[in-house]
């Protein structure tokens, strides 16, 4: 079972900027697919970006334009980066690890911005 724990959660003002960031315990380059997803209060996850094994990226339009997903393989991590942040981007934050095996998930990291 892959272990990811997210980090870089928090406040922040609308129009500012944060970084996410997954440590897996894994070799990120293995997974087939890296993403983050959201969870907004009374709503269903959904997906922001990802990233497959290519390097290939896919955003969500909400965050098109706003957001960077990238891995570092020297640390070992799967980042989003999102600038010009809104009030509808307030969610909790999960990673996400596709394998043939299976899916695995992160604990969720909240993200809030105030208007």
């Known amino acids: 079972q892959v272990q990811l724990v997210e980090s870089g959660g928090g406040l922040v003002q609308a129009g500012g900027s944060l970084r996410l960031t997954c440590a897996a315990s894994?070799?990120?380059?293995?997974?087939?697919?890296m993403a983050w997803y959201r969870q907004a209060p009374g709503k269903q996850r959904e997906l922001v970006a990802n990233i497959n094994r290519l390097g290939r990226t896919n955003y969500a339009d909400s965050v098109l334009g706003r957001s960077t997903i990238y891995r570092d393989g020297r640390m070992n991590t799967l980042n989003l980066e999102m600038n010009s942040l809104k009030a509808e981007d307030t969610a909790v934050y999960y990673c996400?690890?596709?394998?043939?095996?299976?899916?695995?998930w992160g604990q969720g990291t909240q993200v809030t911005v105030s208007s």
């Open positions: 894994g070799s990120i380059f293995n997974f087939n697919t």
């Open positions: 996400n690890a596709m394998m043939p095996t299976g899916n695995s």
